[in-house]
């Protein structure tokens, strides 16, 4: 038993290394923009920087805007499968997957094939048409991790008798939606927005091929002139990523633990 506790300190000591070493080399790299010793002058240079401050909150906007339609969405969609067309399930789940087995290259490629300038709706004529494009686009992203954030929640209530209760006190449908069913299912909400955000405030593919000048974008363009501004960025990425798994962790701990009825 010791031997074996022993052996499972070693690998998760290596496991931990393999991970946290890097991570060291690349703070202490991005606090050496100075031969006299460490400072944080490249932070400051990053948040100083009017490019950081105009992409970083298009991106929380653009996050923002994401999260909102994709709820919109899903919201509906996976209380309407789960109450009155559960067969329709196994179909709707392949639709979500969908974006992770299609490249965001192909995705994008299409998006500019349907939505260009000689289209039938030119989104990309416009700075506001190309930003909803860039929204839609992030919508199918977070498809997969959103549905399956509310589809679980959806599986920790009883919504036929949630619903049941509402319809008899006078409630509409939109009604049990927005004040029934979505309070009880907030947190598993708010994780799958928190992980949406996380994906868009990192993406750069599709920015970048549809000419939009966000967060990633910014990454990979500071990276490629300069040398210790991009290690500190890295580091503010993966702040921001880890704070988000942080908060779902966080908001997991409140989130009911009770099976529907059947």
Not at 23 to 41: E, H, M, P, Q, W
Not at 125 to 151: E, I, K
Not at 191 to 200: K, M
């Amino acid at each position: 038993m010791k031997q074996n506790r022993t052996l499972a300190w070693i690998v998760f000591g290596i496991g931990a290394a393999y991970f946290v070493l890097p991570l060291l080399a690349t703070v202490l790299f991005s606090l050496s923009i100075r031969k006299s010793g460490y400072t944080l002058d490249a932070y400051a240079n990053v948040f100083s920087d009017p490019r950081f401050q105009s992409t970083f909150g298009f991106s929380l906007w653009i996050g923002l805007c994401t999260i909102v339609v994709g709820l919109s969405i899903v919201v509906p969609a996976a209380y309407y499968v789960r109450l009155r067309a559960p067969h329709l399930r196994p179909i709707i789940e392949f639709v979500t997957l969908l974006p992770l087995i299609i490249p965001a290259i192909v995705l994008v490629f299409g998006y500019v094939r349907f939505y260009n300038s000689s289209s039938w709706l030119p989104l990309t004529n416009s700075n506001f048409g190309t930003a909803t494009l860039l929204t839609l686009a992030y919508v199918a992203l977070g498809l997969p991790y959103m549905y399956r954030a509310v589809d679980t929640g959806l599986r920790t209530i009883d919504v036929q008798t949630l619903t049941e209760a509402a319809t008899i006190m006078g409630a509409n449908q939109f009604q049990v939606i927005t004040q029934v069913i979505f309070p009880n299912i907030i947190v598993a909400v708010l994780s799958g927005a928190f992980l949406t955000l996380a994906i868009v405030i990192g993406e750069f593919t599709i920015a970048s091929l549809l000419g939009v000048q966000v967060f990633g974008v910014y990454m990979e363009n500071i990276g490629a002139n300069r040398a210790f501004e991009p290690a500190a960025l890295s580091i503010i990425s993966f702040v921001l990523t880890w704070g988000a798994m942080g908060m779902i962790a966080f908001l997991g701990r409140f989130a009911p633990k009770t099976a529907p009825r059947t």
